[in-house]
């Protein structure tokens, strides 16, 4: 497709357990971020790849947290023993390295921990 | 402690008339600004940045607006639009050029066009 994809685009899961959200970034992007957006928040900074570089993890807010991608493509943030505190947005951008910053969002995950 | 506010939670402004967004931030190592618009159930969309050499850039109806002695940004629209009303997120950066550092995001202003 032309844009980020990420799934699911909705998540209810039970406090406890674990979840996996997957983004899909625009073909030859080589930047990969993840944000999230708790209710009534900015946007918060979780991680960045860039390439074969090692990640920028410095956002993750808690060791439940981890991200990978593989190569230039696929990339999937695993959340282990979700807390309520965990329920937001979590959106996904993709770009390259001369887009200054111009990134392309997905339409994010919605997950409610309950 | 957040080093990119967005002090104006809504703002309503009439259709044809100036929409002006501001933006306040604390860290003078940024040097890269942006703004971008959201809708609702979409992620955010780039509309316009600026870099810390300039005070000035202009897209159209968009013009953004950089006082780096007051550590402010503005964004004005004109003539806002009904299409316009969206959530407003200020960003910032302090790696101009490039893409290795993330983005600090204010927590977004919500505009409202009434026709």
């Known amino acids: 497709g032309a844009g980020v994809s990420q799934s699911p685009s909705n998540k209810v899961t039970e406090k406890g357990k674990d979840v996996e959200l997957r983004c899909d970034p625009i073909?030859?992007?080589?930047?990969l971020y993840w944000y999230r957006q708790r209710l009534g928040q900015g946007l918060e900074f979780l991680i960045y790849f860039q390439g074969n570089s090692a990640p920028d993890k410095s956002g993750l807010p808690s060791d439940r947290f981890s991200a990978e991608r593989t190569g230039e493509s696929v990339s999937t943030l695993t959340i282990q023993r979700t807390q309520q505190e965990d329920s937001a947005v979590y959106l996904c951008?993709?770009?390259?390295?001369?887009?200054?910053?111009?990134?392309?969002f997905g339409s994010g995950t919605r997950l409610t921990v309950v | 402690d957040q080093q990119v506010k967005q002090n104006s939670p809504s703002l309503s402004v009439q259709e044809g008339r100036i929409s002006i967004l501001n933006c306040d931030y604390t860290?003078?190592?940024?040097?890269?600004f942006l703004w971008y618009k959201k809708y609702p159930a979409e992620g955010p969309t780039f509309l316009i940045s600026?870099?810390?050499?300039?005070d000035k850039n202009e897209d159209g109806r968009f013009t953004v607006f950089l006082n780096k002695s007051a550590k402010h940004l503005s964004l004005h629209i004109v003539p806002s639009q009904p299409g316009d009303s969206a959530v407003y997120f200020c960003a910032a950066s302090e790696d101009y050029g490039g893409s290795q550092g993330n983005l600090i995001f204010g927590k977004g202003t919500k505009l409202s066009v009434k026709p």
């Open positions: 600026i870099s810390s050499i300039k």
């Open positions: 860290n003078s190592m940024f040097d890269y």
């Open positions: 951008a993709s770009g390259t390295y001369l887009s200054n910053y111009g990134y392309t």
């Open positions: 073909s030859g992007h080589t930047a």
